[in-house]
């Protein structure tokens, strides 16, 4: 066997343990961006995403690009980097919901993302400033990921003083969505920062009305049909109760208001809402 051969084989059984290895949310989010990323190939005229543009003009024949968006890469060099980085931004949120729950945050949050960008752009597309016009990726998902978890204060997100300065983790991916740009130009800067808005919006509990019930969840793995489910390995189930907010969680305050929350999640204070 060739050495080309030989390192071809064993790139492909990696792979396979890699993919294997990942719980069934991301799983599914992987295979999906995959599957899309070679019929986009195949078809000769590939799909550029989710133009603005497009969607004000003509809304009818573009809005699905909402639900795609997420899962369309402009390169295999972004696609590639998407499906490393995407997997571990999402386990916190499967392994602490389940895998319907985190399902569910893919399609909701990929399509208020979608909306919130095409929303951000219309002034400049309005007086004639080109910004990041046809976008797509799991940019979007992940800095709302990366936000859930930074104002949870959790993983690499907790808060750190910096010149004996306390930087609440809350920050961090703003500081992220501006190093970004200014390192990498071709960083779709408004499409992340529109993920960074659509998981300000979760994690105040904003979009809770768009999520199915954990009671719901619970009674849909739990049937018949789906116990199946259940006995497999990368399938995460959804807690039978999650816990509310208490006094006694580090670093989470009482429920309040909405514009309390809001106002919580910019300040640095932790707005986390959980029972969605």
């Known amino acids: 066997m060739s050495a080309v051969g030989y390192y071809s084989?064993?790139?492909?059984?990696?792979?396979?343990?890699?993919y294997l290895s990942l719980p069934l949310s991301s799983a599914v989010t992987v295979l999906t961006c995959v599957t899309l990323s070679i019929v986009n190939v195949a078809r000769g005229s590939p799909d550029v995403g989710l133009c603005p543009n497009l969607?004000?003009?003509s809304p009818l024949s573009n809005i699905y690009h909402l639900l795609t968006v997420p899962f369309l890469h402009s390169s295999i060099v972004t696609l590639l980097l998407n499906l490393l980085f995407f997997p571990p931004l999402n386990k916190m949120l499967e392994t602490q919901r389940g895998t319907l729950h985190s399902m569910n945050f893919v399609v909701i949050?990929?399509?208020?993302?979608?909306?919130?960008?095409?929303?951000?752009?219309?002034?400049?597309w309005a007086?004639?400033?080109?910004?990041?016009?046809c976008i797509g990726g799991l940019n979007g998902l992940m800095y709302a990921l990366m936000t859930v978890e930074a104002n949870?204060?959790?993983?690499?997100?907790?808060?750190?003083r910096i010149f004996g300065v306390p930087l609440p983790g809350a920050i961090y991916p703003w500081i992220l969505l501006v190093l970004s740009k200014l390192f990498f130009t071709a960083s779709p800067f408004f499409y992340n920062l529109a993920g960074i808005l659509g998981g300000i919006l979760y994690h105040i509990g904003a979009?809770?009305?768009?999520f199915i019930p954990d009671q719901a969840l619970v009674y849909i793995e739990t049937s018949r049909?789906?116990?199946?489910?259940?006995t497999w390995e990368a399938f995460v189930p959804t807690p039978s109760s999650v816990s509310l907010p208490t006094t006694d969680d580090i670093g989470v305050e009482p429920r309040s208001s909405l514009v309390g929350r809001l106002r919580g999640v910019f300040s640095g204070g932790s707005g986390r809402y959980t029972g969605l």
């Open 127 to 133: 007086v004639g400033i080109k910004v990041d016009w």
């Open 152 to 160: 949870q204060k959790v993983g690499v997100f907790k808060t750190r």
């Open 207 to 210: 979009l809770k009305f768009f």
């Open 225 to 230: 049909a789906l116990r199946w489910l259940e």
């Open 55 to 57: 969607i004000l003009s």
């Open 109 to 124: 949050v990929g399509i208020v993302t979608g909306l919130l960008y095409v929303l951000v752009v219309i002034p400049f």
């Open 9 to 18: 084989i064993e790139t492909l059984k990696f792979i396979k343990k890699w």
